[in-house]
T-cell receptor, first 115, second 116 residues
Framework: AQKVTQAQTEISVVEKEDVTLDCVYETRDTTYYLFWYKQPPSGELVFLIRRNSFDEQNEISGRYSWNFQKSTSSFNFTITASQVVDSAVYFCALLGSGGYNKLIFGAGTRLAVHP | GAVVSQHPSWVICKSGTSVKIECRSLDFQATTMFWYRQFPKQSLMLMATSNEGSKATYEQGVEKDKFLINHASLTLSTLTVTSAHPEDSSFYIC????????????FGPGTRLTVL
């Protein structure tokens, strides 16, 4: 079975704080893909990153960084120096590779950044 | 790149009527398109997957006769909610991928359906 757990339901921070969103996944596939999407209040899901299971290098994109650790089945997302515009629901998702697979979403973490 | 549009962005209809939602990939040809449903403060639930020119594959529990999906071209998929009822009120989001199931899905802005 494939599963994604985002244990943090809601996080509230003050602008300029760093914040880490946790994501833990379960899969039996040896090849799989991990994603993060951002859903602002407007509702559209914005693609942030895709990682395949063979690439454990951490990724940094501006204020965003991702820490992929297969040993702990985690794919955590850190926002440095958070801004009000970062307020959104963030979804971690998992996609397997064996035949027909569907994108499995976590429950989402609602991030509120206050001025 | 990888822009997906949906139309309409919101719709209000009377119970018993049918509503069509369009999903278009604007700058790429989408081999596969997906339809999701999202209830307030919940995650996305996959309803069905469609490939151009083929019948859609519906997830367990999704009524295919109620949620008609047509994927007529590589840039357009439509979802028709037939004989809509208040319980069908929800946020419907489509996504599209260039190279099938394992490729990255790019999502549309969603359509908020309210059935009175």
């Amino acid at each position: 079975a494939q599963k994604v757990t985002q244990a943090q339901t809601e996080i509230s921070v003050v602008e300029k704080e760093d914040v880490t969103l946790d994501c833990v996944y379960e899969t039996r596939d040896t090849t799989y893909y991990l994603f993060w999407y951002k859903q602002p209040p407007s509702g559209e899901l914005v693609f942030l990153i895709r990682r395949n299971s063979f690439d454990e290098q951490n990724e940094i994109s501006g204020r965003y960084s991702w820490n992929f650790q297969k040993s702990t089945s985690s794919f955590n997302f850190t926002i440095t120096a958070s801004q009000v515009v970062d307020s959104a629901v963030y979804f971690c998702a998992l996609l397997g590779s064996g035949g027909y697979n569907k994108l499995i979403f976590g429950a989402g973490t609602r991030l509120a950044v206050h001025p | 790149g990888a822009v997906v549009s949906q139309h309409p962005s919101w719709v209000i209809c009377k119970s018993g009527t049918s509503v069509k939602i369009e999903c278009r990939s604007l700058d790429f040809q989408a081999t596969t398109m997906f339809w999701y449903r999202q209830f307030p403060k919940q995650s996305l639930m996959l309803m069905a997957t469609s490939n151009e020119g083929s019948k859609a594959t519906y997830e367990q529990g999704v009524e295919k006769d109620k949620f008609l999906i047509n994927h007529a071209s590589l840039t357009l998929s439509t979802l028709t909610v037939t004989s809509a009822h208040p319980e069908d009120s929800s946020f419907y989001i489509c996504s599209a991928s260039l190279a099938g199931y394992t490729d990255t899905q790019y999502f549309g802005p969603g359509t908020r359906l309210t059935v009175l």
